[in-house]
């Protein structure tokens, strides 16, 4: 009983490599999100996915691309990353597009860019 | 601009006390408000949510007001345990965008025994 499972848990990067985060989920759900978390800032938007193929952007798109290959998964990449992307990333899904449906989260990456 | 907002950034109560955690929006098209509970290292975790045609839903220990004229609502934990001691997030959605959830900066409880 999986749920959402985010990789790598931690990562450390220097300015300007890149790299992607992966996110699975077994659930079966439709739609599926990319957060950031800041100190203080709580969970924002960063893009997201209504279905297999699909995306969208967030709150916060700027530096990240996402791709929906398959239904199950959810990628997220930083292709030149900047000290500013340095946070913890988190991976939510759900399976109805209903403002109470709640999304079920993964545990998070740490990314460190120095 | 923060369209949801949670003031109070920390909260310490004694256990078996009620925990009271305040959130406030500005967005008057928000339409269902859901709380987060979140432990260290871990993701955040459902806890409770209400429409925005409701001014109270209960579940357990868990109740959540809402307070529409005042764009505020708040969750009552009755009563509190030390297994309670987390971050606890506000979260708000609008019904046209109901797949996207605006939160807020958490309040973090301590809940002491």
């Known amino acids: 009983n999986a749920g959402v499972t985010q990789t790598p848990k931690f990562r450390v990067l220097k300015t300007g490599q890149s790299m992607t985060l992966l996110c699975a989920q077994d659930m079966n759900h439709e739609y599926m999100y990319w957060y950031r978390q800041d100190p203080g800032m709580g969970l924002r938007l960063i893009h997201y996915s209504v279905g297999e193929g699909t995306t969208a952007k967030g709150e916060v798109p700027d530096g990240y691309n996402v791709s929906r290959l398959k239904k199950q998964n959810f990628l997220l990449g930083l292709e030149s990353a900047a000290p500013s992307q340095t946070s913890v990333y988190f991976c939510?899904?759900?399976?109805?597009?209903?403002?109470?449906?709640?999304?079920?989260f993964g545990d998070g990456t740490r990314l460190s860019i120095l | 601009d923060q369209q949801v907002k949670q003031n109070s950034p920390s909260l310490s109560v004694q256990e078996g006390r009620i925990s009271i955690l305040n959130c406030d929006y500005t967005?008057?098209?928000?339409?269902?408000f859901l709380w987060y509970k979140k432990y260290p290292a871990e993701g955040p975790t459902f806890l409770i949510s209400i429409s925005s045609i409701k001014d109270k839903n209960e579940d357990g220990r868990f109740t959540v007001f809402l307070n529409k004229s005042a764009k505020h609502l708040s969750l009552h934990i009755v009563p509190s345990q030390p297994g309670d001691s987390a971050v606890y997030f506000c979260?708000?959605?609008?019904?046209?965008?109901?797949?996207?959830?605006?939160f807020g900066g958490g309040t973090r409880v301590l809940v002491k025994p």
């Open positions: 979260a708000a959605s609008r019904g046209a965008a109901g797949n996207k959830l605006t």
């Open positions: 939510a899904s759900s399976y109805l597009r209903q403002g109470n449906q709640p999304q079920h």
């Open positions: 967005n008057s098209m928000f339409d269902y």
